[in-house]
Structure formats: structure tokens, C-alpha cells
């Protein structure tokens, strides 16, 4: 069986790029995030004419900065959607996680090293759960998270008694997120790019990332290989929600406090950033660099609308737009293959 699972079907074991077909598939990936790259080229210098405070350091910091969320939740939720899964759960799940973070270093006093640890892995919990109800109890990955999104909200309500928890007395915990190690960058944006390379190694590098492509290339055939799929899901939703929590660390730094309220409509946004890069919904492909340009679009297209006094209504149309741009061109590639 060792031998059987170590040299299955190639195409569904080996991530892009490491047999013979996966290359012409590995060079359609780059040139498609260099397609991505390049729309956000685009993006960037129009707004760059039409405001002469688009291209400053201080906003190219706050784009950087609104990205880090964001970039925390696509980078994590790429995982899922590669097997072929989603997840609706990361937002309302990032605001309970960042109600955690106030509850365990807040109300219990917990040293903020600790508290933070304790937070993120309140997050894989979350991804465990999800990934229970999705490998054991063979629930669409669409119900599983669904429930769990209503579920986290509810109990980031209830655990904060509807009311924001502040870190006032805690200035350190601030600092994870708006202190600058390296002058004129936020820390958030340091821990973003740390993140997201070892996501990107993890990826393309590992067994995990391996099982990650196969499990979204085709199901059966991975699981007829030897292959215990059920566990590798549950690792996979794990995985996810260590982000999870990572963003509720990120965005209640940011605010100075956890609000249980935040959260709705996060999911989107990171999802949409998720296939503005490249992943296909139907699994079995996507990047971790392609995620990242997809967040950076996403952000520079919020940053530069509200330069231009957009109205919030507008700006949700031309997001939605963008999506299903993205779809669509997903749905191209895969008639085409």
C-alpha cells in the first residue's frame, strides 16, 4: 500500500508542474497570474492618474495594511477551494476568534503571548468542526460552513454579551498589528508576507499541499490510490481555520478591541480575492502567489473608489462585477481544457 500511495496517478498526486502534461498547465498558471498581475497594473496607474494621492507612500500603507485580513482568510480558505470545498464560515468565525482573544487576555487575565496562541487555535477548532462535518459526517461543504457561519456569529454575541471587548490595558497587543518594526510598515503587513510564504511552501512543497491538489483534481481516484481523504480534509479545514483565527488576531490589534459584530461580508471578499488569483472552484488548482494579487486587487480597487468619492452601493456593484468576471473566465479555461 506505501508503494501504491506514493506512486499513484501522477497527475493527481504531483502538484502542477512536476509531470510531463502539469507543465503546459504550470506555464497557463503563470501566464494567468501575470494576467492578474498585470490587471492590477492597470487598476493601480488609472487610479494613479485620477488621484494624486493614490501613488503616496502613506496610501500604498494603507492599502498594504487593508490588506492584511483579507490576505490572512484567502490564503487560508485557497486550501479549501483547491480540494473543491468552501468556506463560508471565515468571516463571522474571525470575529468570534477575535472575541477569543479579548476573553482569554481581557476577562482571564491570560499573558498575551498565550492569549494570542490560544486565539489562533480557537480558529483551527473552528476548521476542525468544519472539516468533521464535511469528511465524517459527508455534509456539502456549502451546509457545513453555512451552519457554522450562523453558529460563530451567535456565540461572538453571546460570549461578549453584545458588547466590545477593548485592550486598553494591553498596548502590547495593539502593536502586533499597528507597531512598526521596520520604520513607515506595519507589523500586520511583516506577519502577512511571513504567512503567506509559508503557506506557499506548504502548498507546493509538502505532502499536505500534494493531497491538497490531488483531493480537488479527483476525489476517487486519491482515495482509490490509498489515500485516507477524510483525514486530509479535516486537516485541510484545520489548516484554514488557524488562518481564521490569525485574522481575528490581525483585526482586533488593529482596532484596539473585539468587536463581536464584525465579520459579515468578509468572506466574500476573500473568496472573491481567492478566484480573482486563479483558484478554480472546482478544485484542483490554484496558488498562493495568485491569492495574494487577487487580495491586492481587491483592496486597491476599495482604496481607489473611495479616493474618488464612489458611493459604498457602487462599489459592491464593481466588486460583483469583478467576480463574476473571474468565474466566468474560470469557467473559459475549463471548456477550453
Do not use: H
Amino acid at each position: 500500500m506505501n508503494t501504491t500511495e506514493i506512486s499513484g496517478p501522477a497527475p493527481a498526486l504531483a502538484p502542477p508542474g512536476e509531470t510531463g502534461g502539469g507543465r503546459a498547465a504550470a506555464i497557463k498558471d503563470r501566464l494567468q497570474q501575470l494576467l492578474a498581475f498585470a490587471s492590477l497594473i492597470v487598476i493601480g496607474a488609472y487610479f494613479s492618474f485620477a488621484s494624486p494621492i493614490f501613488f503616496t507612500w502613506d496610501n500604498i500603507t494603507s492599502i498594504l495594511f487593508s490588506t492584511v485580513v483579507i490576505g490572512c482568510l484567502a490564503v487560508g480558505t485557497t486550501f479549501v477551494i483547491i480540494t473543491g470545498g468552501i468556506d463560508l464560515s471565515i468571516g463571522t468565525g474571525m470575529a468570534l476568534c477575535a472575541v477569543m482573544s479579548g476573553v482569554f487576555i481581557v476577562n482571564l487575565g491570560v499573558p498575551m503571548v498565550l492569549g494570542v496562541v490560544l486565539a489562533i487555535l480557537f480558529g483551527g477548532l473552528v476548521g476542525f468542526v468544519n472539516g468533521f462535518n464535511v469528511a465524517v459526517l459527508r455534509l456539502p461543504p456549502f451546509i457545513a460552513t453555512l451552519a457554522m457561519m450562523l453558529v460563530a456569529e451567535g456565540l461572538a454575541l453571546v460570549i461578549s454579551d453584545s458588547t466590545p471587548i477593548y485592550f486598553t490595558e494591553t498596548p502590547g497587543y495593539v502593536k502586533i498589528s499597528t507597531g512598526e518594526l521596520v520604520p513607515g510598515l506595519p507589523n500586520a503587513v511583516l506577519i502577512l508576507l511571513v504567512v503567506c510564504v509559508l503557506a506557499a511552501l506548504l502548498l507546493g512543497r509538502s505532502v499536505l499541499g500534494r493531497y491538497t491538489y490531488a483531493i480537488g483534481s479527483n476525489e476517487q481516484a486519491t482515495e482509490l490510490s490509498g489515500i485516507r481523504v477524510g483525514r486530509w480534509k479535516i486537516a485541510v479545514y484545520t489548516l484554514a481555520g488557524l488562518f481564521i483565527g490569525l485574522a481575528g488576531v490581525m483585526i482586533s490589534a488593529r482596532l484596539g478591541s473585539a468587536q463581536p459584530a464584525t465579520g459579515m461580508g468578509y468572506e466574500l471578499q476573500a473568496i472573491a480575492a481567492v478566484v480573482i488569483g486563479g483558484t478554480s472552484l472546482s478544485g484542483g488548482k490554484g496558488t498562493i502567489l495568485g491569492t495574494v494579487i487577487g487580495a491586492l486587487i481587491i483592496s486597491v480597487l476599495n482604496n481607489g473608489l473611495q479616493l474618488l468619492s464612489i458611493a459604498q452601493e457602487w462599489q459592491s456593484v464593481i466588486l460583483g462585477v469583478v467576480i463574476l468576471v473571474a468565474v466566468y473566465a474560470d469557467m473559459a479555461r475549463k471548456k477550453e481544457a
